[in-house]
């Protein structure tokens, strides 16, 4: 099986384990998301919390990934640092949304803009499944929850990451 299809799995059964922030008086159970950014607490991810989601899922993938690659402004806790991180990195591949000429596919990394903050940069999460209109996401922090959800195809989708089954970091 492929990396990235390992990825998807991964995504989609993290993502059913309802991992949460602090939401209906309930205390957040976010820590082995947070816990992979040294110096970030529950309370400082909580609302926050989605590209660490990405970052939780692609290690547990095996990819070997640094919390803060030196491409980057900030930790990979941060949804534009996925994106530096693509862009910088010869080792991944980046492809804004307005290609033509790119078909997402499980496993893919999908970052937004305006989606829950007039912001670009705002969410991300990991595709897994490609419909004609719609992709079906693995996410966290929807709402402070984590979850799947599925997403039309629209002006929200910023880019795709896409990890090579053969990546390897800084290499």
Known sequence: MSARLILADIAKVEALRCFHGAVMKLEANIQPIVKLFPGFTNEEADGKWCAAFVYYCCKKAGFKIPARPSECTASLAGCLQWEELAINNTGMEYYHANRNDFVPEAGDIVLFDNVFIDHEHDHIGIVIENKNASLIVAEGNINNVSGIVERKKN?????????PDNFKYGV
Not at 155 to 163: G, N, T
Request: aromatic share 12%.
């Open 155 to 163: 002006l929200h989708i910023r880019a795709y990451i896409r990890i």
